[in-house]
T-cell receptor
Framework: GQNIDQPTEMTATEGAIVQINCTYQ??????LFWYQQHAGEAPTFLSY??LDGLEEKGRFSSFLSRSKGYSYLLLKELQMKDSASYLC??????????WGAGTKLIIKP | NAGVTQTPKFRILKIGQSMTLQCTQD?????MYWYRQDPGMGLKLIYY???????DKGEVPNGYNVSRSTTEDFPLRLELAAPSQTSVYFC????????????FGEGSWLTVV
């Protein structure tokens, strides 16, 4: 079967760094996405990885290891507005996205 | 800056009623999708379309129907609503599937009682 696993909830402190992990098992791989979703809102795109390594975009970075079926999203200098759910999604062999359940990130002052 | 627009935002249906969720996009995207998201769960694909006149089932199509008569519009029809269809529904579109971002509508909160 196909599945994506990520922690249900994480808590971090404002100004700190947090790493959200995602492991996946899919039939085929055509890239991994990270989306941010604030409560009551639609998901918005954060990053896309298709090759191994780290992609940095401002305070957010995303890492991919295809051989390990593993990715992480790294958030630096956390701000209160970063409180949201973070969704990991994999584009499989038929190019349809398979979504994880999301990690709810709680930022404390 | 309309992007993907879906209506209604909120709706309460009685069991057995039918309704249509409307979705339109102004970005000339070929690919369009309907997802549902249950509390604490990931997005589940209901139906998708790769172009006008072409639709296909996703992961959870039972109880739903779609049509794609134009590039812009992709309505989702619920027939004989059931409590299990209580969910948040997101319409989305993209230019291509590989590596490109999917743009989401604001969501439609549907409750079946």
């Amino acid at each position: 079967g196909q599945n994506i696993d990520q922690p249900t909830e994480m808590t971090a402190t404002e100004g700190a760094i947090v790493q959200i992990n995602c492991t996946y098992q899919t039939s085929g791989f055509n890239g991994l996405f990270w989306y941010q979703q604030h409560a009551g809102e639609a998901p918005t795109f954060l990053s896309y990885n298709v090759l191994d390594g780290l992609e940095e975009k401002g305070r957010f970075s995303s890492f991919l290891s295809r051989s390990k079926g593993y990715s992480y999203l790294l958030l630096k200098e956390l701000q209160m507005k970063d409180s949201a759910s973070y969704l990991c999604a994999v584009s499989g062999s038929n190019y349809q996205l398979i979504w994880g359940a999301g990690t709810k990130l709680i930022i404390k002052p | 800056n309309a992007g993907v627009t879906q209506t209604p935002k909120f709706r309460i249906l009685k069991i057995g009623q039918s309704m249509t969720l409307q979705c339109t996009q102004d970005m000339n995207h070929n690919y369009m999708y309907w997802y549902r998201q249950d509390p604490g769960m990931g997005l589940k694909l209901i139906y998708y379309s790769v172009g006008a006149g072409i639709t296909d089932k996703g992961e959870v199509p039972n109880g739903y129907n779609v049509s794609r008569s134009t590039t812009e519009d992709f309505p989702l029809r619920l027939e004989l609503a059931a409590p299990s269809q209580t969910s948040v529904y997101f319409c989305a579109s993209s230019t291509e599937v590989t590596g490109n971002t999917i743009y989401f509508g604001e969501g439609s909160w549907l409750t079946v009682v």
